[in-house]
């Protein structure tokens, strides 16, 4: 069992920056890819990013490439996503996830959702 807690959303102003934080419980935390998807008002979940379980290998969404940084550290069982360049597109509440492979992160195909987040760009 992984139990995610999400933290650091806010408002911000569009070209602004924003570092989003889950921590993790659990000792199996570092078998676990792990993911970061949103959902804006009206709109159905989509993903933004993902890392492997060593954090080798990541995986973003065309819309966040270059902008966004996704990283973890095994020894604090956290997953942060860094969020530059912030567009009033990018407004939604933040999930993030645990999955059982990299592909199924990048897929949808979660074991463990976390709580949310709210991020609110201003223009």
């Known amino acids: 069992q992984v139990q995610l807690v999400e933290s650091g959303g806010g408002l911000v102003q569009a070209g602004g920056s924003l570092r989003l934080s889950c921590a993790a419980s659990?000792?199996?935390?570092?078998?676990?890819?792990m993911g970061w998807f949103r959902q804006a008002p009206g709109k159905e979940r989509e993903f933004v990013a993902a890392?492997?379980?060593?954090?080798?290998?990541?995986y973003y969404a065309d819309s966040v490439k270059g902008r966004f940084t996704i990283s973890r550290d095994n020894a604090k069982n956290t997953v942060s996503l860094q969020m530059n360049s912030l567009k009033p597109e990018d407004t939604a509440v933040y999930y993030c996830?645990?999955?059982?492979?990299?592909?199924?992160?990048?897929?949808?195909?979660?074991?463990?959702w976390g709580q949310g987040t709210q991020v609110t760009v201003s223009s």
């Open positions: 659990g000792r199996t935390f570092s078998t676990y890819a």
């Open positions: 890392i492997s379980w060593d954090g080798g290998n990541t």
């Open positions: 996830a645990a999955a059982r492979a990299l592909n199924l992160a990048v897929a949808g195909t979660v074991a463990y």
